[in-house]
C-alpha cells in the first residue's frame, strides 16, 4: 500500500463518460472516485460493459472525460491537448495488452525501442536501453527475433519490457494473461509483483480472473459505471 | 532529424513488406516520369537537330539581296534592282567590327561537261571566303586561292552530287579537266556533303568557281563588280541581329537612300528561321509532355490507394505507436515520407528509363540526344512532389485516427 501524505499518483473524481452510439447515449461511466499512489498494484474487475475499459483508457491519456477530473502526476487530463497526451503517455504510462500488441515485422529489440523514438533520446542510447530492458525480462538472446518467432508469454514478455523502457509511473495492463496458459499466467504475473516492488512504479491490471486479481494488493470492482467495491485481498 | 530518420527506416520496411505492391507502385510512377523525360528529350533533340541544319547554312550569316524598285507605282519582286557590288561587300568587311568575314556571291546555271558525260547545275562565283562563311568546307582537294580570285584562274570546286554525276559515285575528281560552258577548268576540290535542306533542297548540286572567272568567262556582268548576293558572318550568334543593323545603315549611306525611302536591298538572318523552328518545336515538346504527365498523375493515384490500403492493414500499428507516445504529426510524416520515398524512387527508375529511350530514340533518328539538367532534376522533385501531394490525404486519414479504435481493430 502506498497511503502517504504525498498526493497521489493519481487521482480521480466523480469521473463521467458517455458515448453517443446514433441516437442512444449510453453511460461507460458514471460518477467514478478514487486515488492512486505511486507503487500500488491495483487490480480492476468486472463483467464485460461494466465500465472498465473506459475507465483505463481514461487512465491511459488515450480518451477525454465527459465530466469530472483525472488527474495524474499533477496534470489534469481534460486540460491537456492531444499532443500533451501523446507526451504524458510516453513519459509517464505503460501499456500491456491482452494481445500483446507488437509490431510485426519489426524485432524484438525495435519493438522495444519504439516508445524511445517518439522521446528526447539519441539513438545508441535508445539501443542499450532496449537491450537493457529486454534483458531484464530474460530475453537477451531473443533480441533479434520477431514477433511472429516468439511464443505468446516471450511476446508478452517484450511488450512489458516495452512498456517500461521509458521508466513510467505508471503500468496499465489490459488482460495480459487472457491469451496464456496458466503457468506462462503465472510467471507473467510474478514479473509484474517484481516491477511493482523493484521500480517506483504503479501497476493497474484489468483481469476476469479472481486468482489473479489477488495478486495485487488493492482490488477495485466495477459494476454499470460505478466502483462497487475496493478492497484488499 | 531522428524523427525523419526513423521514419525513412520505417518506410522502408513498410515497402520491404510487400516489394511486389511496392514495385508496382513505383512502376506507375517511373513510367510517368520515364515518358515525361522521354518527351523532353525528343522534343530538345528534334529542335536541336533542326536549329543544326539551319545554322548548317552558314555560320551566323547575315545576307543580303538585292531589293525592289518602284517604278511609277509598279513595285517589283526582290532582286528586280541590283546595285549590290564588291565594294559594297569590301565595306561592310573594314567598317563593321562585329563581321569577321564576308563573301559574294554571283550565281547562273551552266552545263558542266566531263568526257561524254553531262550535267546542269549552279554556279556559284564568289571568293575563297565562302569556304568559311557558308560552312562549306572541301572534304578532298583543296580551296581555290585568292590568288586564283585575283587573276580569274579556270579552277572549279565541285559539289557532291555535281562529283556522282559526272565521274560516278565515290571516284576522285580532283586534277580532272572539265568544261563549263565551253571553258575547260581543272577541278581542285570537292565540298564537304552537306545533304538536304530540311525543305528538300540538294544542298550539294552546285559548283564554286572564282568570283571574276565567273565574271569574265561563265556568267557575263553588266557592269564588273555586280554581285548577286553578299553574306557576312557575325562574330558571334549574339552579334547577327546588331550586324544585320549595322549593314543595313551602312549600305543605305553607300547607295545614297535618303530617308523615308526604301532600301534597294535587304538584309536577312537565319534568326527568323530558327526561331520559327523553336516555337514549333518548343510547342511540340509541350504537347508531348503535357500528354505523358497525364501518366505521372495516374502513377500519383497509383500512390494513393497503396497507401490507403497500407493505412488500413496498419491501423493497429498506428494505434500502438500512438499508444506510446507518436503524436499525430509523427503518424502524418512516417506516411508522407513512404509516399516521398516510393515516388522518388519511381522518379529515380523512370530517370534512367527516360534517358536511356531518348538516348536509343536519337541513336536511331541520329539527332543528338539532348535532356537538360534542370529536366532531370525537375522530373525527380516532381515525383517526390506527386508522392507528397497523393500521399497527404492517406497520412493525414492516419494521423487522426483514434487511438481507441485503432488498438482494438483487427
Redesign the interface.
Given at each position: 500500500m502506498g497511503a502517504t501524505d504525498a498526493p497521489p499518483l493519481i487521482e480521480v473524481r466523480d469521473l463521467r463518460k458517455v458515448f453517443s452510439l446514433g441516437d442512444v447515449e449510453v453511460e461507460a461511466l458514471r460518477g467514478v472516485s478514487t486515488d492512486i499512489a505511486l507503487g500500488e498494484f491495483v487490480a480492476i474487475m468486472g463483467a464485460s460493459g461494466s465500465g472498465k475499459s473506459t475507465f483505463m483508457?481514461l487512465l491511459?491519456c488515450?480518451?477525454t472525460p465527459t465530466s469530472g477530473t483525472v488527474r495524474l502526476a499533477g496534470n489534469d487530463l481534460s486540460e491537456l491537448s492531444?499532443?500533451e497526451r501523446?507526451?504524458l503517455?510516453?513519459?509517464e504510462i505503460g501499456?500491456v495488452?491482452q494481445s500483446y500488441?507488437?509490431?510485426?515485422?519489426?524485432s524484438a529489440q525495435e519493438n522495444v525501442e519504439?516508445?524511445l523514438?517518439?522521446?528526447d533520446v539519441?539513438?545508441a542510447e535508445q539501443r542499450d536501453r532496449a537491450r537493457s530492458a529486454l534483458a531484464a525480462v530474460g530475453l537477451a538472446d531473443r533480441m533479434d527475433h520477431q514477433p511472429n518467432q516468439l511464443s505468446g508469454g516471450q511476446q508478452q514478455r517484450v511488450a512489458i519490457a516495452?512498456s517500461l523502457i521509458?521508466e513510467p509511473s505508471l503500468l496499465l495492463a489490459d488482460e495480459p494473461t487472457g491469451n496464456l496458459d496458466s503457468k506462462t499466467s503465472h510467471e507473467i504475473m510474478q514479473t509484474f509483483e517484481r516491477l511493482n516492488r523493484d521500480h517506483d512504479v504503479a501497476v493497474v491490471l484489468v483481469t476476469h480472473e479472481e486468482s489473479i486479481a489477488r495478486t495485487a494488493n488493492r482490488i477495485l470492482r466495477f459494476r454499470d459505471g460505478q466502483i462497487i467495491g475496493d478492497e484488499i485481498p | 532529424m531522428?524523427?525523419l530518420r526513423?521514419a525513412f527506416v520505417s518506410a522502408l520496411?513498410a515497402l520491404r513488406?510487400n516489394v511486389l505492391r511496392a514495385g508496382l507502385t513505383v512502376i506507375g510512377i517511373s513510367i510517368g516520369v520515364g515518358a515525361v523525360i522521354t518527351m523532353v528529350g525528343i522534343g530538345q533533340g528534334a529542335g536541336q537537330s533542326l536549329q543544326n541544319s539551319i545554322r548548317a547554312l552558314g555560320r551566323n550569316l547575315v545576307v543580303v539581296v538585292p531589293g525592289s524598285q518602284t517604278s511609277s507605282g509598279v513595285r517589283t519582286g526582290s532582286g528586280g534592282i541590283n546595285t549590290l557590288t564588291t565594294q559594297d561587300a569590301q565595306a561592310i568587311l573594314r567598317d563593321i567590327a562585329a563581321v569577321v568575314d564576308v563573301t559574294v556571291v554571283r550565281r547562273g546555271v551552266a552545263q558542266v561537261v566531263y568526257g561524254n558525260r553531262n550535267w546542269s547545275t549552279f554556279v556559284q562565283g564568289t571568293t575563297p571566303a565562302f569556304e568559311r562563311v557558308m560552312n562549306s568546307p572541301v572534304d578532298e582537294g583543296s580551296f581555290f586561292s585568292e590568288r586564283d580570285l585575283r587573276t580569274g584562274a579556270r579552277v572549279v570546286v565541285l559539289g557532291r552530287t555535281v562529283v556522282d554525276e559526272l565521274f560516278g559515285v565515290g571516284a576522285d575528281a580532283i586534277g580532272a579537266v572539265v568544261r563549263v560552258g565551253g571553258v575547260p577548268f581543272r577541278v581542285v576540290g570537292v565540298l564537304r556533303a552537306k545533304g538536304q535542306t530540311p525543305w528538300g533542297q540538294d544542298r550539294d548540286d552546285l559548283m564554286v568557281i572564282p568570283f571574276t572567272t565567273a565574271e569574265r568567262r561563265v556568267l557575263g556582268t553588266p557592269f564588273p563588280g555586280r554581285v548577286d548576293q553578299i553574306m557576312a558572318s557575325a562574330a558571334s550568334d549574339d552579334e547577327v541581329i546588331p550586324v544585320s543593323r549595322q549593314i543595313e545603315t551602312l549600305l543605305r549611306e553607300r547607295h545614297r537612300i535618303g530617308i523615308g525611302e526604301e532600301n534597294d536591298f535587304q538584309v536577312r538572318t537565319l534568326e527568323a528561321l530558327i526561331n520559327t523552328a523553336k516555337a514549333t518545336t518548343d510547342v511540340m515538346t509541350a504537347v508531348l509532355m503535357s500528354i505523358s504527365s497525364i501518366s505521372l498523375l495516374v502513377g500519383g493515384i497509383g500512390i494513393m490507394n497503396i497507401l490507403l490500403v497500407s493505412v488500413t492493414e496498419r491501423t493497429?500499428?498506428i494505434?500502438?505507436?500512438?499508444?506510446?507516445?507518436?503524436?499525430?504529426?509523427?503518424i502524418l510524416v512516417q506516411f508522407l515520407v513512404e509516399a516521398i520515398v516510393l515516388s522518388t524512387i519511381g522518379g529515380l527508375i523512370g530517370v534512367a528509363g527516360g534517358l536511356g529511350t531518348t538516348w536509343l530514340i536519337a541513336l536511331f533518328v541520329g539527332w543528338p540526344a539532348l535532356t537538360p539538367v534542370f529536366a532531370v532534376i525537375g522530373a525527380v522533385l516532381f515525383s517526390a512532389s506527386v508522392g507528397v501531394f497523393f500521399g497527404f490525404y492517406p497520412a493525414r486519414r492516419a494521423a487522426s485516427l483514434d487511438?481507441?479504435a485503432a488498438?482494438r481493430f483487427e
Open positions: 483508457n491511459g488515450l480518451d492531444s499532443d501523446a507526451e503517455r510516453n513519459r501499456f495488452f500488441n507488437l509490431i510485426p515485422r519489426m519504439l516508445p523514438t517518439y522521446a539519441s539513438l516495452r521509458n | 531522428k524523427l526513423l520496411r513488406r493497429r500499428e494505434g500502438i505507436r500512438m499508444a506510446v507516445g507518436a503524436k499525430r504529426r509523427h487511438p481507441i488498438l
